[in-house]
């Protein structure tokens, strides 16, 4: 069996990142990037599907500049056994990618693709649907438990009114979900290993895709911060608020 995991290589969900002074992008230049978490989920679902099944290939993927490569060997380290890194200087959009991983779909013939539900970075969750579109293919979207039985995948999702159990015929898209696993922590040989790994690398040209962007920024700013706070002397005077609004 063979399964292509898609990466990508994001700012730190957990960093405050600045804002350009075009209001137009982010400035990144002294931000951490990292494996977008949905993605990393992805890797670790694979590889617990591959340790089921010791025959099985995993190769993950990656779109973007020379730096995003990371994303890919971030995944090698965790234990992926092939990586792929398609060069690309423009903005990676939902249909870009997917066009992109429809080409290499098509040359690697996987047996099952896993993604992230979205990028933290856009929050589209818009390319694995794209994707499976583009292909054809089966789709389940949201996994938060995947399980293959012969040559189909069984999965299951959150939905709003509770759980749902779709079985999808292989090969299929998965997008997954925060609940699905807990992914583990590559130790630090395999880290090692993985900067002098061998990359696959490709241009987006090469593959016939375009990737210039369809969707186009207008404007970014920042949530505005309102405070409406006063200082008190004492708890009697806390106490007489309290009362005026009701609260005593």
Same mark, same amino acid.
């Given at each position: 069996m063979k399964v292509l995991v898609s990466t990508k290589q994001v700012a730190d969900p957990y960093a405050r990142i600045p804002i350009n002074?075009?209001? !137009?992008?982010?400035?990144?230049?002294?931000?951490?990037?990292? !494996?977008?978490? /949905?993605?990393?989920?992805?890797?670790?679902? %694979? !590889?617990?599907? *591959?340790?089921?099944?010791?025959?099985?290939?995993?190769?993950?993927?990656t779109i973007g500049n020379s730096e995003s490569v990371d994303a890919v060997r971030t995944a090698l380290a965790m234990g992926v056994n092939r990586g792929i890194h398609i060069l690309s200087d423009e903005e990676v959009q939902p249909l870009g990618a997917a066009k992109v991983l429809a080409e290499i779909v098509k040359e690697e013939q996987p047996d099952l693709v896993l993604m992230g539900k979205q990028a933290v970075d856009d929050e589209s969750n818009?390319?694995?649907?794209?994707?499976?579109?583009?292909?054809?293919?089966?789709?389940?979207? /949201? %996994?938060?438990?995947?399980?293959?039985?012969?040559?189909?995948?069984?999965?299951?999702?959150?939905?709003?009114?509770?759980?749902?159990?779709?079985?999808?015929?292989?090969?299929?898209?998965?997008?997954?979900?925060l609940r699905l696993n807990q992914p583990r922590y590559p130790t630090l040989p395999n880290l090692l290993k993985a900067r002098k790994a061998r990359v696959e690398q490709r241009s987006a040209t090469s593959l016939g895709v375009d990737m210039r962007p369809r969707i186009k920024?207008?404007?970014?700013?920042?949530?505005?911060?309102?405070?409406?706070?006063?200082?008190?002397?004492?708890?009697? *005077?806390?106490?007489?608020?309290?009362?005026e609004k009701g609260v005593l």
């Open positions: 002074n075009d209001g !137009l992008s982010f400035d990144l230049k002294h931000v951490r990037m990292t !494996l977008n978490p /949905f993605d990393e989920i992805a890797v670790e679902e %694979a !590889l617990l599907i *591959q340790e089921k099944n010791t025959e099985s290939e995993i190769v993950a993927v818009q390319t694995g649907q794209i994707l499976a579109g583009l292909l054809d293919w089966p789709q389940a979207t /949201f %996994a938060s438990n995947i399980k293959i039985e012969r040559s189909d995948a069984i999965v299951e999702r959150e939905v709003d009114e509770g759980r749902e159990v779709l079985i999808v015929s292989l090969p299929a898209v998965i997008t997954v979900d920024t207008i404007n970014i700013k920042a949530p505005e911060q309102q405070r409406d706070c006063s200082t008190i002397s004492s708890a009697a *005077q806390l106490l007489e608020i309290l009362a």
